[in-house]
Antibody, heavy 118, light 108 residues
Framework: QVQLQESGPGLVRPSETLSLTCTVT????????WNWIRQSPGKGLEWLGY???????SYNPSLKSRVTMSLVTSTDQFSLRLTSVTAADTAVYFC????????????WGPGTLVTVSS | SYELTQPPSVSVSPGQTARITCSGD??????CNWYQQKAGQAPVLVIY???ERPSGIPERFSGSSSGTRGTLTISGVQAEDEADYYC???????????FGGGTKLTVL
């Protein structure tokens, strides 16, 4: 059974860089689309972007200049970097797997709360 | 930017049928997927590719799509179905993924 687990700092200072890792167990990271999705407190789901085999990626236009995603196939990990964070980036961050771009998410991590505050 | 529109809330009594809609201009060309999210938990896929049900999801959950509208139907609603429901799709080029704003299902 595939399992995903997000990890990273729970507190990030304003203007700094948010870095998270999603570790995949029970399956390979190759040949799937790995997505980051976030949910601000009391709000809906927001797609941040996806990466595929380090060959293709796509990011939410609202974040495009601040976000980078990459895969480390040797360790089955998937990373997110979000630069110049503000309080508006405070959210629960989820990683999720899809077999196609824009496809359904069959596996999700439990999510990790990141708070942006000084 | 591409958007999916859902009603903010739907309320039904136990045993009744709940229908949650999702409207989007590209839905005639793209699949609509549905997720259930309970408080403090990650979303769970309940319907994919418009009308397919993952294993382990109760048969009372069904989906359909017609034109620019996708619909999630929950027949014989139970108290445990009270949750937020989100639709998800992609733009016509599969470049961008989009979620609807979410619908809070209340079981009266």
């Amino acid at each position: 059974q595939v399992q995903l687990q997000e990890s990273g700092p729970g507190l990030v200072r304003p203007s700094e860089t948010l870095s998270l890792t999603c570790t995949v167990t029970g399956g390979s990271i190759s040949d799937y689309y790995w997505n980051w999705i976030r949910q601000s407190p009391g709000k809906g789901l927001e797609w941040l972007g996806y990466a595929y085999n380090n060959e293709r990626d796509s990011y939410n236009p609202s974040l495009k200049s601040r976000v980078t995603m990459s895969l480390v196939t040797s360790t089955d990990q998937f990373s997110l970097r979000l630069t110049s964070v503000t309080a508006a980036d405070t959210a629960v961050y989820f990683c999720a797997r899809a077999d196609l771009p824009g496809g359904e998410y069959d596996f999700w991590g439990p999510g990790t709360l990141v708070t942006v505050s000084s | 930017s591409y958007e999916l529109t859902q009603p903010p809330s739907v309320s039904v009594s136990p045993g009744q049928t709940a229908r949650i809609t999702c409207s989007g201009d590209d839905l005639p060309k793209k699949y609509c997927n549905w997720y259930q999210q309970k408080a403090g938990q990650a979303p769970v896929l309940v319907i994919y590719k418009d009308d397919e049900r993952p294993s382990g999801i109760p048969e009372r959950f069904s989906g359909s799509s017609s034109g620019t509208r996708g619909t999630l139907t929950i027949s014989g609603v139970q108290a445990e179905d009270e949750a937020d429901y989100y639709c998800q799709s992609a733009d016509s080029s599969d470049t961008y993924v989009v979620f609807g704003g979410g619908t809070k299902l209340t079981v009266l």
